[in-house]
């Protein structure tokens, strides 16, 4: 498989993390991206210690003029953008009646704007190359529904629909777009809405999953890698479940 340059968000941790490792692993040169800058220096580090093509950027996907100095700066340092994993999102637990517009907004920005942006700022480097994998990470919340989560739920959807959209208006130029909607995986996210009180721990939840474990970003990064390979090549517009039988 030809070497390409990929963006991954929300890549200081968890499945973004997971994400990048593989990645690069599968011989590519990586630009992680996160707004917790330390940490997302922290496994570039790992990586271009292994000899991987890696660099870290710190951003908030919610700010437009930021993302788009990123990508200048990445077709600098690795060129053109051929892969975006876009795993950058948080997550929210309010009482619908308790949802303030601000909250609603912000939850909105990051995971769903934030997403629309990173996507399409990487687009005409596809569009030129000719090939493009598009790969979001959405939420079993967005196909299940969820207590106290209207404002992510909705965001969530959003990028499940977002992603359609991407699919259906690119295919003729080589790009592919499919989304992974985990359900329940062993990240610092899921650790801090346990530690929170909002959720359940994830062991207890695991035993609600029909293979018996949560996920893991490795589970979700196998399956980004499949989805932006040259192998993946037809598979365009899906919602790929990754999560252990959990949602069917």
Same mark, same amino acid.
């Given at each position: ?16 993390? #997971? ?7 599968? @011989? ?10 330390? /940490? ?34 990445? /077709? ?19 009482? %619908?009646?308790? +949802? ?29 190359? @000719?090939w493009g994998r598009i790969v979001? +990470?959405?939420?079993?919340? =967005? ?14 959807? #959003? ?27 062993d990240t610092p996210m899921a ?22 474990? =949560? ?32 949602? %069917?």
């Amino acid at each position: 498989m030809s070497a390409r340059v990929a963006v991954v968000t929300g890549a200081a941790s968890g499945i973004g993390a #997971g994400v990048a490792r593989r990645l690069a692993a599968d @011989g590519h040169a990586v630009a992680l991206l996160d707004f917790d800058g330390d /940490r997302v220096d922290r496994v570039t580090a790992e990586l271009t210690g292994q000899g991987h093509a890696a660099v870290a950027h710190q951003a908030d996907v919610a700010d437009r003029d930021a993302l788009e100095r990123v990508y200048g700066s990445v /077709r600098q340092e690795l060129g053109a953008v051929t892969i975006v994993v876009t795993s950058a999102g948080v997550e929210a637990f309010d009482p %619908i009646t308790e +949802i303030s517009a601000e909250k609603w907004d912000r939850i909105l920005a990051v995971n769903l704007t934030g997403t629309f942006t990173c996507l399409q700022l990487a687009v005409p480097d596809m569009i030129e190359a @000719g090939w493009g994998r598009i790969v979001t +990470i959405s939420s079993s919340s =967005a196909q299940s529904g969820a207590p106290n989560m209207a404002h992510y739920v909705a965001s969530k959807g #959003g990028v499940i629909g977002l992603t359609k959209a991407f699919a259906r208006e690119l295919a003729h130029h080589g790009i592919t777009a499919n989304t992974i909607p985990p359900t329940i995986v062993d990240t610092p996210m899921a650790r801090k809405g346990e530690a929170e009180g909002h959720v359940p721990s994830v062991e207890i939840m695991s035993k609600m999953i029909p293979l018996g474990r =949560a996920g893991t970003p490795e589970d979700i990064a196998g399956a980004c890698s499949y989805l932006c390979s040259d192998e993946g090549g037809y598979v365009t517009g899906q919602i790929i479940g990754v999560n252990g039988g959990m949602y %069917i």
